[in-house]
């Protein structure tokens, strides 16, 4: 298990807090100026840093820490700067950025959401965990984003249509749940009306249209099915994160099997993936969990 | 063209490995037991091996344990089978679950580590 040590400048450190989860799985993630700068000699297997800011705390280059840094960047000035100063990676959310991405730039996606464990439910699941748990047909919610987190799943995950608040369309998208949404939130995302999302422009409306999409089985599939591609797409953090835990030295490169199986999109937990890390196993001396 | 068979070294030579009792170092009786335990049924006796005369208790025994045999071959194939689904749906619960516990964990460090730097 490697350490993983994250840096910030005050006020810095919530900007990264949900990648870094993400990126140290598996490791230990510990404060830096909490955990390694107190001890002398102590030393991170890999660190990430929230700001170019804090890069002079970690040495007066990357040769002087001696592991690999990934450092946030919200501007070209930043990332100049990150380069200069030896980071291995810079990542960035801007998007005035794209454009100039030369060199080991990740991109990290706005809003993104981690789709590992959120697995789509088709409509047909759906009604079946409805009946299961005594739920009326058809269910259609208006989801709030001041809900507790457990209820905004659960019911994203169960309605047949909903009329979705603005910070809950990803995760709604992610879980393929047949969403009304505003026109300013589809904007915001870049979805297209009828084809991933139904716009709407106001409350009464977007109730109506709700309540009319979970009585349309043939076109609240189709909806769900593109709302799951476009999460997949455009808001998946998976990618970006397996690309930075790659530059850190957080995680092997991938196997030519692993390589083949992505290629036939296979699930990661799914049976075919277990047999196969499974086989490969025995030519290693990794112990298998 | 040579007939393959003839240079099968497991008939030519009646003390090659996997020759049956032949060979000193096979035990009948350990032969039996191994065959039980894998769930085989019970073998017929090759034809050319003399039988010892028995007593009849002794006799209907090994008849009654014969026949058995393959029942309880049969039942512990029938029980595996049956429990396999679940085991196997178990294992994958498990597995989901460690998943899940690793993603809560490092989450949580994440949320720590950062307070800790943004307080410092």
């Known amino acids: ?289 | 063209m040579t007939d393959p068979s003839a240079t099968d070294p497991a008939e030519t030579d009646p003390t090659a490995t996997g020759s049956g009792t032949s060979h000193p170092a096979i035990d009948p009786d350990a032969v039996a037991r191994l065959r039980e335990r894998a769930g085989a049924p019970a073998a017929a006796p090759a034809p050319g091996v003399i039988q010892p005369p028995v007593a009849t208790a002794s006799k209907l025994k090994t008849k009654a344990r014969q026949a058995a045999t393959p029942v309880v071959a049969r039942v512990r194939i029938e029980l595996d089978r049956a429990a396999s689904g679940e085991v196997a749906a178990l294992r994958a619960e498990v597995a989901q679950l460690r998943a899940e516990l690793t993603r809560l964990r490092a989450e949580h460090d994440a949320a720590i580590a950062a307070l800790r730097e943004d307080r410092r």
Do not use: Q
């Open chain 1, 1 to 289: 298990m490697a350490v993983l040590a994250v840096a910030a400048t005050p006020g810095a450190a919530g900007s990264v807090a949900e990648l870094t989860g993400l990126v140290g799985r598996g490791h230990r993630i510990v404060a830096w100026h909490h955990h390694v700068r107190p001890v002398r000699g102590r030393r991170p297997d890999a660190v990430v840093a929230a700001d170019v800011a804090v890069l002079a705390d970690l040495g007066d280059s990357s040769a002087d820490l001696g592991a690999p840094v990934a450092c946030r960047v919200t501007s070209g000035e930043d990332l100049s700067l990150a380069r200069s100063w030896g980071v291995t990676v810079s990542f960035t959310s801007e998007p005035s950025l794209r454009p100039s991405f030369t060199g080991p730039v990740v991109w990290i996606p706005p809003d993104g959401i981690d789709l590992t464990p959120l697995p789509v439910l088709p409509l047909l699941t759906r009604a079946r965990l409805r009946l299961a748990h005594g739920l009326p047909e058809p269910l259609v919610l208006a989801v709030d984003a001041t809900a507790p987190p457990a209820d905004r799943s659960t019911s994203l995950a169960l309605a047949s249509a909903a009329v979705v608040d603005g910070p809950l369309v990803p995760l709604a998208l992610a879980l393929g749940t047949p969403s009304v949404i505003t026109p300013e939130v589809a904007d915001r995302f870049g979805l297209e009306a009828d084809w991933e999302v139904v716009v709407a422009d106001d409350t009464r409306s977007a109730d109506r249209l709700a309540a009319a999409l979970a009585r349309d089985d043939e076109r609240a599939a189709a909806l769900a099915r593109r709302a799951r591609r476009f999460a997949e797409e455009h808001l998946d953090l998976g990618p970006a994160v397996t690309d930075l835990r790659r530059r850190l030295g957080l995680e092997e490169p991938p196997s030519l099997i692993d390589l083949r199986l992505d290629e036939l999109a296979t699930p990661a937990s799914s049976r075919l993936r277990n047999r196969a890390d499974r086989a490969l196993s025995l030519f290693t001396l990794e112990p298998m969990p």
